[in-house]
């Protein structure tokens, strides 16, 4: 049926966020990855609470939702620090942790 | 009849504070001159001379109560830990007043004669403090009423007697004398200190008020021994043969201070605290007493005829005197030698700055070399004739008054001994009167600057006017005429009227010896008949090397010891300082090998383990990129093959 498709779905979406965390240079494209493996994640919710028939799991979603709003507001306060001080967006040339 | 030293009744005692400012005023002065001296340049004299003038007008103020038999006093509680009544304290007394009179008084006068003695001295308010400092010392020895405190006063009154002497420390022959006077008298303080050790654990108290109280019981023998030590620290500081080598030498200093301390005040501490001390004496430490006093007298009259140094002559003069109430002391009659003492110190203090002025204006001292000084110094003459004739006996002048009743003293008790005393009275007239012969009479000797000689400046002719007064006159207070007023405060008998035998023959001796010094002294004839000429020769040569007595000690004491220290310092050299720069050799030794074993065992181990972190840690920090992406993929590769393991 659809189930297994959608799921397939979900995961090509979370796999991608993570492809896209792993590979992205820019930070803007960073907070994106991470929406998009938010969004599989919320994607995942919706399909398990059609398939067992429970309201709660789509709750659930609206919650990410709303989460996902806040964390994209705090990330680009972030990315904006972040560009003020090391006067840089790329990820990569910011390595102040080096050891 | 022999005064009973014991029969001093109790006084009533009257508390009186103000007693604490007759030695303060004289400390303050120190006190004062010793850190603004130099600032107050000329002035620190008046400052000296006022703080004793002070003292003098408080002990004069005292006198009222004194006359009238009360013992004046004041204590404060001293070491209660130890017995929660103990005190210490001043007090004043017929005794301790009469000698505070004769500091204050008579320290006032020569105080204001060092202010022109020692004029244009560099070192000028130094002198004035040492001066101040000597009379709060003396004057703290009076007054205190507890052996321990009065002994306080007497070890500060040496030191000041030893900076005095050697005051004028650039002379080697003044520094020498300085040490040598507190060495020779250290071993009187010695003997001193045992008494009053002995004293504190036999007797157990050291007021000198309890003495004749609780002594009862005790062994003879053991009072002896107390009473002897304590005569062996009266004689270090009176100068009692045999420890009288330091006061001859003491003349190094100036002679104000030859004056006021080694003439007037401090030698006669000694006298001061036998009489304190009567009460310990037994008749067996008496005989000891009279002996040596007996001694000294004739044997330091008799050197005193063959010096030529005319503060030499003085010296000897009062060592001799010294002695002579010791010998009074021997006959236990302490009031005689007291007022002996009394009038002594007016009679030689006067002939002390007379002879300073002679030495102040012609700048010499060797007899031979003075003469016909009374046309130049017409008052230095007529002083130094009245304390001659005061200090030789002149019919009721002081010296006559005391001199008498020493000779009554020693009529009553020993006949024979008055006859003795009476040669040292010969003995006395005679060389007094040889000094005063050579040094104002006779022709002025043109062999120097004789003509630059003048009288001395009025404020130095002043107080010998005065002191003159006092040789002439002091001694009223002990003559029969006046009811011996010093015999009652000092609470003795006296005796009723003049003794005619005894003013005869003392007259006589007086005559004896003014005209023997006339012309053997002065004219330089020989009387000895011829056969008796080399005997007597050699008796001169013994007396004029003052019987060999710094030689003796020369050779058995001070070569001995120089010997001993010598020895010793070498077994320092050899034994000691070997054994300790062994024992520093092998610590040496021992630390180097402690060094290898810490350098090749300790330090390895440390710097090993610290190598071994630091280049575990360089590679470690390799895998610490900085870049976050990095962590993110090791933490995603992680997830799936913990996943992939789960799985499996």
């Not at chain 2, 103020?61 to 830990?81: I, M, Q």
């Not at chain 2, 009154?157 to 022959?173: D, M, R």
């Not at chain 2, 020498?176 to 003997?191: E, I, N, P, Q």
């Not at chain 2, 330091?300 to 010096?307: E, I, R």
Request: with cysteine; hydrophobic share 55%.
């Amino acid at each position: 049926m659809t189930g297994p498709l959608l799921l397939g779905v979900s995961n090509a979406l979370f796999c991608l966020g993570v492809y896209g965390l792993l590979t992205r240079r820019h930070a803007i494209g960073l907070l994106l990855s991470v929406e998009l493996m938010l969004n599989a994640a919320a994607l995942n919710f919706v399909i398990f609470g059609r398939a067992y028939g429970d309201a709660q799991a789509q709750a659930f979603t609206l919650f990410i939702i709303a989460l996902a709003a806040c964390e994209a507001v705090v990330g680009l306060a972030i990315v904006v620090q972040l560009v003020r001080s090391a006067n840089t967006i790329l990820a990569d040339q910011v390595d102040l942790l080096k050891g | 009849m022999p005064h009973p030293s014991g029969a001093m009744e109790a006084l009533s005692t009257l508390t009186v504070p103000q007693l604490i400012w007759i030695p303060l005023w004289p400390l303050i002065a120190f006190v004062v001159l010793l850190f603004a001296g130099r600032r107050l340049g000329k002035l620190s004299a008046w400052f000296a001379i006022g703080a004793l003038a002070n003292s003098c007008v408080v002990t004069l103020v005292l006198a009222r109560g004194v006359f009238a038999g009360y013992r004046l006093a004041v204590d404060w509680p001293w070491l209660s830990a130890a017995s929660p009544a103990g005190v210490i304290g001043f007090s004043v007394d017929g005794l301790s007043w009469m000698m505070l009179f004769v500091v204050t008084f008579i320290g006032t006068c020569i105080a204001v004669y060092s202010s022109g003695y020692m004029a244009g001295d560099p070192r000028y308010s130094r002198f004035f403090a040492y001066f101040s400092l000597f009379c709060a010392a003396m004057l703290t020895l009076v007054l205190a009423d507890h052996l321990l405190f009065l002994f306080i006063g007497w070890e500060l009154v040496g030191l000041c007697s030893y900076l005095l002497i050697s005051f004028w420390f650039e002379k080697p022959a003044a520094a020498a004398a300085g040490r040598k006077a507190f060495l020779t008298t250290r071993v009187g303080d010695t003997g001193l200190l045992l008494g009053i050790f002995l004293l504190a654990t036999t007797v157990g108290t050291f007021h000198f008020r309890e003495f004749s109280a609780s002594i009862a019981g005790l062994p003879s023998g053991l009072l002896t021994a107390i009473s002897l030590l304590i005569f062996l620290g009266a004689c270090g500081k009176s100068a009692q043969i045999p420890l009288h080598v330091w006061l001859p030498d003491a003349m190094e200093g100036p002679t104000p201070v030859s004056a006021l301390i080694h003439a007037a005040t401090m030698v006669a501490a000694g006298v001061y605290l036998l009489a304190r001390a009567m009460p310990l004496f037994t008749p067996e430490s008496l005989q000891v007493v009279l002996v040596v006093g007996l001694a000294t007298h004739l044997l330091a009259g008799s050197v005193a005829l063959t010096m030529t140094d005319i503060k030499r002559i003085l010296a000897y003069s009062t060592v001799s005197q010294l002695g002579l109430m010791m010998v009074a002391m021997g006959l236990n009659a302490p009031a005689v030698a007291m007022f002996h003492l009394f009038t002594h110190a007016f009679f030689k203090a006067l002939l002390f700055l007379g002879a300073g002025s002679v030495i102040h204006a012609t700048h010499e001292q060797e007899l031979s070399r003075l003469g016909g000084l009374w046309r130049r110094m017409p008052w230095t003459a007529l002083v130094c004739a009245l304390g001659s004739l005061s200090m030789a006996g002149m019919l009721f002048m002081s010296g006559f008054w005391s001199k008498d009743a020493i000779l009554l003293t020693a009529r009553e008790q020993h006949p024979w001994l008055m006859w003795v005393l009476l040669g040292g009275a010969v003995m006395t007239a005679c060389y007094v009167f040889r000094l005063y012969f050579c040094c104002f009479l006779g022709p002025e000797p043109q062999a120097h600057g004789d003509h630059h000689a003048h009288e001395s400046p009025p404020v130095m002719v002043a107080p010998m006017l005065v002191l003159a007064v006092g040789a002439v006159a002091a001694g009223l207070v002990g003559s029969p005429w006046l009811g011996s007023p010093i015999f009652h405060l000092l609470q003795a008998h006296a005796h009723e009227h003049v003794d005619l035998p005894v003013l005869i023959w003392s007259t006589a001796a007086l005559l004896t010896g003014m005209g023997l010094a006339w012309v053997v002294g002065f004219q330089g004839r020989n009387l000895v008949p011829g056969p008796l000429r080399p005997a007597a020769r050699r008796l001169y040569a013994l007396a004029a090397n003052k019987y060999y007595v710094d030689e003796i000690y020369q050779r058995c004491i001070i070569e001995p010891a120089l010997s001993a220290t010598r020895a010793l310092s070498e077994f320092d050299r050899r034994v000691i300082d070997g054994a300790v720069n062994g024992a520093g050799t092998a610590g040496w030794r021992l630390s180097q090998w402690k060094e290898r074993f810490d350098r090749l065992v300790v330090d390895r181990i440390v710097n090993g383990l610290a190598e071994t972190v630091r280049e575990g840690g360089a590679v470690m920090r390799r895998a610490q990129t900085g870049i976050i992406q990095q962590y993110l993929f090791v933490v995603v590769g992680a997830v799936v093959a913990l996943a992939v393991l789960v799985r499996l």
